[in-house]
């Protein structure tokens, strides 16, 4: 009887010392870049979804709102990133993006050190190798947003530049959902990356969900995407998601 207390209070003791091996990862924080024209409050019910969700979210509004060159939005943008990587404590941040601020988040990873700060990369709507309409823009008026309008044309010198060599750098998760309703981004295929980056045509899921340009930043089947993005899961859209 002695010798099985002891034995069953050894065990005990033993156990209570053993850490356990696995332990819930802590979410990484998000950085949402805004599109052209964007204000930062326009992408607030987008970083309630995510606080909502467990996030620490920042919102980077584009510098100039989307007038300045894409370079420097760029550097501003890594400014930012450190400083909220800083404020959290983290070592990545994940980055959901609309438009614009898509090639101002692949030019920080490309070019601004993003490779080694960026974990996931979810592109909303982003003309990666440029939108016809941009060239329309500056052929027919001067530029309603300043030189990034004719950055973001097809076949800029900053689009080549963008997209040569690997278009997914570094170790970076990159992941594109973009729409077939897009207003401004034509062809709505150039809203998609090359070299194993996840491209999700919203309606290639979900038919007859009805999202354009501006409310893929606010549309609940659109975040399930970034949810699942987010989440290292196989994007599977809920089509009814409010």
């Known amino acids: 009887m002695i010798r099985r207390l002891l034995a069953v209070t050894a065990a005990t003791v033993l156990a209570a010392t053993i850490t356990p091996t696995a332990t819930a990862a802590t979410p990484s924080p998000v950085v949402i870049v805004a599109g052209t024209f964007g204000p930062a409050f326009f992408y607030e019910p987008l970083a309630a979804r995510l606080r909502a969700d467990g996030r620490q979210v920042a919102i980077f509004q584009l510098t100039n709102l989307g007038r300045a060159d894409i370079r420097v ?9 450190d400083a909220f990587r800083s404020r959290t404590g983290a070592a990545k941040v994940d980055m959901v993006t609309h438009s614009q601020g898509g090639l101002v988040a692949r030019r920080y990873i490309k070019n601004e050190g993003g490779a080694t700060e960026v974990g996931s990369l979810v592109n909303l709507g982003t003309p990666n190798y440029g939108t016809a309409i941009a060239n329309l823009t500056s052929f027919f008026t001067d530029g309603i947003c300043g030189v990034s309008c004719s950055q973001m044309e097809v076949g ?34 150039n809203a998609a ?15 007859f969900r009805v999202v354009g340009h501006i409310t893929l930043a606010t549309d609940g089947t659109v975040y399930d995407g970034v949810r699942d993005a987010l989440n290292l899961q196989t994007v599977r859209l809920n089509c009814f998601a409010l």
């Open 73 to 81: 939005s760029a550097r501003d943008l890594n400014t930012f990133a």
């Open 156 to 189: 800029s010198s900053f689009i080549n530049d963008l997209n040569a060599g690997d278009d997914t750098v570094g170790a970076v998760r990159y992941t594109n959902l973009y729409t077939f309703l897009d207003e401004l981004v034509r062809p709505v295929g």
């Open 193 to 207: 990356m090359k070299d194993g980056a996840t491209n999700v045509l919203i309606q290639s899921q979900c038919p």
